[in-house]
């Protein structure tokens, strides 16, 4: 009878230990949670096209209305990066490159992909997608073709692949909307990411006109014509310190704001047929979808969704149906549609969690700390379930890319996996981060650099100064922009991290700028300085020629395809930590761009990482 009791004891122990320990999953299982990407929606509003990762690498799927399962449309080896669904429903432009070179080339598959076109067939040149003309018999887009630094826009005729140059000058020109009577085009001048100008170009002349000339930096992003073409629809900071929807008027080019709201407009899409403007709003990294009826000037009437990330596809035909993306903290990517017409939200995939219970899974908490100059810097903190309050859990700083990007509250399967391991992740949008306004947006810029860096360190105090969180446990981990970031931090910080995590990421402002593709120095020397007349802050800054003062383990991950950040930037970096006999780990994938996108990669690539973090977190 003790026996028995003794016995019944354990069990109900073993039970309550279990019902409060979250399942483990591995890393894998994590890596291979789907997302449904990039939604277009058939003209009759009966089909949606998206892109998924279940073959292991981004292909396009189509789903039919009350469809069981989705069909595969592209087999290419490498990922896609986009498609549009034509106006004529025929066919699906898709956008495509081979292991990462971003020399993306165009092709279209139709509806039941059974047949593959080349658009283009030209790898030597980077072609960027535009758009379809309103009746489905033409596309939009640029290509440095001319040459290799500069963008020119080009119509397409489909039908008879008769081109047709629209040249505005030396510079990065992108073709944005075409008017329903395919007379004019709007076309932007990209001085920087954040600063463009709008010229209205006459398609059988070549003749254009500008608007709202400016200086100082102002985005002028289109989104389409009106009914009548008499109206340009777009989002801009032209005279404000956030985002708004306006318009142009196409006769005088003169620009009004028609709809205004309390934080930034991230993005928008018309319908065809002019009527509806559809747009999501940024509410400190949350997007709130809205719909402007452009005829009756007010805004629809919509049933609430989750809270989280939209990702705006487009409208069918008609325009009573529009597609969407929408994450959020704790689910992947699913699209979904919303009928107009009856104000019904209509859900298309149900993407995969890998087999991973939800219940594991954290949604973050925006908080915000305090930088050096009182300035409060926004950022989501994950915490590991049961969370104590004995300074024990180590922590990750994740710095965003960019800069001009941020951090947003979407389902991270990386960062739920840290979390499942004990760690803690602050993914903060340190000065420089888009949805802030135009202010925040531009004081990381040039030497004012430092700014930024000294948000990280406060992220470092905040960390300190957390119960649940050990100060002394902080590893650093980036990508790009946020890879710079990691090696900065740790060359001007040096005593601040246990540890670092670069993928892909500057090391030397000067050699950057002068090895990254030529069509992207003139944009990337806006936002990080001339190499002459910054000269001093750049060698000042640039954590190449500081790795002497590199002391915590450095693990490196490189694209050899990369042709933004060239691999030169990363094989520098490791050379120079190796000869001040410094730990330092470098992972080189031959078949890899900017980004790490191939299941395979990507698996081993985080196998690294977590292995890495765990040795010099958790010794």
């Known amino acids: ?167 505005l000058g030396d510079g990065n020109y992108q073709p944005v909307a075409l008017s329903h009577d395919g007379k004019t085009i ?27 000339k400016h200086t100082g930096e102002v985005k002028l992003i289109p989104i389409g014509f009106s009914a009548d073409d008499k109206k340009l629809f777009l989002i801009t900071d032209l005279d404000r310190e956030i985002t708004a929807i306006g318009n142009v008027d196409v006769a005088s080019a003169k620009v009004s704001i028609v709809r205004e709201e309390d934080h930034e407009v991230g993005s928008g899409v018309m319908s065809n047929n002019g009527k509806y403007l559809a747009y999501v709003v940024n509410r400190d990294g949350y997007e709130d979808l809205e719909i402007w009826d452009t ?94 309050n004995n300074h024990s859990i180590p922590t990750i700083v994740s710095v965003h890319g960019g800069p001009e990007a941020q951090e947003k509250p979407l389902f991270t399967p990386i960062y739920q996996y840290f979390v499942s391991r004990g760690y803690a992740v602050l993914a903060p949008n340190i000065r420089g981060s888009a949805g802030y306004g135009k202010t925040y947006l531009a004081s990381d810029n040039g030497p004012k650099r430092w700014d930024a860096l000294k948000d990280l360190n ?33 060359a001007h910080y040096s005593d601040r991290f246990a540890a670092g995590i670069d993928m892909f990421g500057v090391t030397d402002f000067k050699t950057f700028l002068a090895n990254t593709a030529p069509y992207r120095r003139a944009l990337r020397a806006a936002e990080y300085g001339d190499p002459v007349k910054d000269s001093v802050y750049m060698d000042e800054i640039s954590p190449a020629l500081h790795a002497n003062q590199i002391k915590a383990p450095l693990l490196v991950i490189q694209g050899a395809n990369d042709p933004r950040v060239p691999q030169s930037e990363s094989e520098q970096i490791v050379a120079k930590v190796k000869a001040n006999n410094r730990p330092v780990e470098y992972l080189l994938f031959p078949d890899e761009g900017h980004g790490i996108a191939k299941l395979p990669n990507r698996i081993r690539s985080f196998e690294t990482i977590v292995s890495f973090l765990d040795k010099y977190l958790k010794k």
């Not at 001319?146 to 081109?163: G, H, I, M, Q, W």
């Not at 932007?188 to 010229?199: G, I, Q, R, W, Y």
């Open 1 to 167: 009878m003790r026996r028995l009791l003794s016995t019944a004891i354990c069990l109900l122990f073993a039970q309550c230990i279990l019902a409060q320990t979250p399942p483990q999953y591995p890393l894998r299982q994590y890596l291979q949670i789907r997302g449904a990407l990039g939604p277009t929606i058939s003209p009759d509003g009966k089909q949606v096209a998206f892109r998924t990762t279940l073959t292991g690498t981004s292909q396009l799927y189509r789903v039919k209305l009350n469809d069981l399962w989705p069909d595969q449309l592209t087999f290419f080896s490498s990922s896609i990066s986009s498609a549009a669904w034509s106006p004529t429903g025929e066919w699906i432009a898709v956008v495509a490159d081979k292991d990462g070179t971003e020399q993306f080339q165009f092709y279209l598959v139709n509806s039941n992909g059974t047949k593959l076109i080349e658009l283009t067939n030209n790898t030597k040149i980077r072609f960027q997608w535009g758009g379809w003309s309103p009746d489905g018999k033409k596309i939009f887009y640029s290509s440095n073709e001319r040459n290799p630094e500069f963008f020119d826009s080009y119509v397409l005729d489909v039908a008879t692949r008769k081109k047709q140059l629209i040249r």
């Open 186 to 212: 709007a076309v932007n001048l990209f001085s920087s990411n954040v600063d463009t100008d709008l010229f209205l170009v006459d398609v059988a002349t070549g003749k254009s006109k500008q608007v709202a």
């Open 295 to 388: 005829l009756k000037s007010k805004r629809l009437s919509l049933p609430p969704h989750a809270r989280g990330n939209v990702t705006l596809g487009d409208f069918s035909g008609d325009g009573t149906n529009l597609c969407f993306g929408l994450s959020t903290p704790t689910h992947s990517t699913d699209i979904y549609s919303l009928s107009l017409a009856s104000g019904q939200w209509k859900q298309w995939t149900r993407s995969s969690q890998a087999g991973i219970d939800p219940s594991v899974f954290v949604a973050p908490k925006l908080i915000k700390y305090k930088s050096f100059d009182g300035k409060m810097i926004p950022a989501f903190l994950f915490l590991p379930k049961n969370a104590s």
């Open 458 to 490: 406060a992220a470092v105090d905040f960390i300190g100064e957390q119960p649940q969180l050990d100060g002394k446990k902080v590893a650093i981990f980036g990508g790009s922009y946020g890879g710079f970031a990691v090696l900065a931090m740790m």
